[in-house]
């Protein structure tokens, strides 16, 4: 398994900023599965705690009429995580998934913030679209909420792929 940690180019403005994926080996018939994980939970202090003004900014490059809604943009940053956090995920799933995972990436997340994100918790499940209630495992060790979320149709099915072989 591949482990990829990006550290900021400068010091984080705040400790809540690292967003992590990681890729399944094979996931519900599909190979290489990228999860996006988020925190599910967080205290709503926390979304008052911020200085939102220097925090987010500017809206998403290339999309016309993009929404200047700031609420998406603060769950964004509300559902990264801290430094610990994140040492802690990785550690989690490389010694409990090792075998099932491809690779764990983590990255900080690009300050400002540009308005009109979708918060991953927002996204609706559907036939190709769902979540991984990581929390809801059994002997879950970790003290915050971790969900991934996934898109089966960004990936190729293993049925094609075996019968290319044939």
Not at 18 to 31: A, E, W
Not at 37 to 66: F, Q, S
Not at 136 to 164: A, C, M, N, W
Request: glycine share 6%; net charge negative.
């Amino acid at each position: 398994m591949h482990i990829e940690t990006r550290e900021p180019s400068h010091p984080l403005p705040i400790d809540r900023g690292y967003v992590l994926s990681m890729t399944i080996r094979t996931f519900k018939g599909r190979r290489d599965v990228e999860v996006h994980l988020y925190r599910a939970v967080w205290d709503e202090g926390e979304l008052h705690a911020y200085d939102w003004e220097t925090l987010l900014g500017g809206t998403i490059e290339g999309k016309e009429r993009a929404s200047s809604d700031p609420d998406g943009s603060k769950k964004v940053l509300l559902e990264a995580f801290t430094r610990q956090e994140r040492d802690q995920i990785i550690e989690y799933l490389s010694s409990r998934y090792a075998s099932r995972l491809t690779s764990i990436t983590a990255s900080p997340l690009e300050l400002p913030i540009p308005l009109g994100l979708v918060p991953l918790s927002s996204f609706p499940e559907g036939k190709t679209i769902g979540t991984i209630r990581l929390d809801k495992i059994p002997r879950y060790p970790l003290p915050f909420s971790l969900r991934g979320l996934y898109d089966l149709s960004r990936h190729k099915p293993l049925v094609e792929e075996q019968t290319e072989r044939l």
